[in-house]
């Protein structure tokens, strides 16, 4: 694990993009409930997009992909998406339905990538399936923003469709992670009776 943390691995320009994308989620929380700036909103939202993909573009570019920078970059996201959700929850009561989905989604994602990292030292980037449910949350956030007046079944109908794809991204992120630590357990009970055969002579 200390290996995240080295200083190279920190200070990069990705990294830093990660971090203004944090720094923005205030100024968006502040714009839709303080200020009632939906069109503000979104435009700080569609920025905040923007640096993940250019921080993405940036850090393969440029090699400069690190494990710190692999648990940064979806911290930034999730945290955003978080806000999104919240900001829209005295809106929308479907909403409520949708945040626990959210947080017992990435509480099991987050508990199984904590494993992995203690016991292969292993951080795993972002997958398609990952991307897409990003892509797909905010695009549904922005449109209940944007269209505050759109019927209770078309707003319903979203959060739903946004509720459906986030399980099924998660599903296939913990098919993924179990094939880690299978492939993992595996390889080390193959190479047990090596190491004690080794060490016996």
């Known amino acids: 694990m200390r290996r995240i943390f080295k200083k190279n691995q920190i200070l990069t320009i990705p990294n830093l993009l990660s971090v203004v994308r944090i720094l923005l989620i205030p100024v968006i929380v502040w714009l839709y409930s303080a200020e009632k700036n939906y069109y503000a ?3 700080v939202i569609l920025l905040s997009g923007a640096t993940d993909v250019v921080d993405g573009w940036i850090a393969r570019r440029f090699k400069m992909t690190s494990d710190f920078g692999k648990a940064l970059d979806p911290l930034a996201d999730k ?3 978080a806000a999104l959700i919240i900001c829209l929850l005295s809106k929308y009561k479907l909403m409520w339905g949708l945040i626990i989905v959210f947080i017992g989604c990435e509480v099991a994602k987050l508990t199984l990538g904590i494993v992995i990292a203690k016991k292969h030292d292993e951080v795993n980037s ?3 399936y990952g991307k897409v449910n ?3 949350i905010y695009a549904i956030m922005m449109a209940l923003i944007l269209f505050p007046g759109m019927g209770e079944i078309i707003a319903s109908l979203l959060i739903l469709i946004c509720a459906a794809v986030m399980i099924a991204a998660h599903v ?3 098919v993924f992670l179990g094939r880690i630590l299978y492939k993992k357990s595996k390889e080390k009970k193959e190479n047990t009776p090596a190491e004690n055969e080794n060490t016996a002579k």
């Open 79 to 81: 945290l955003t998406q």
């Open 41 to 43: 909103a979104i435009g």
């Open 134 to 136: 990003t892509i797909i």
């Open 172 to 174: 296939l992120y913990f």
């Open 126 to 128: 972002a997958k398609w």
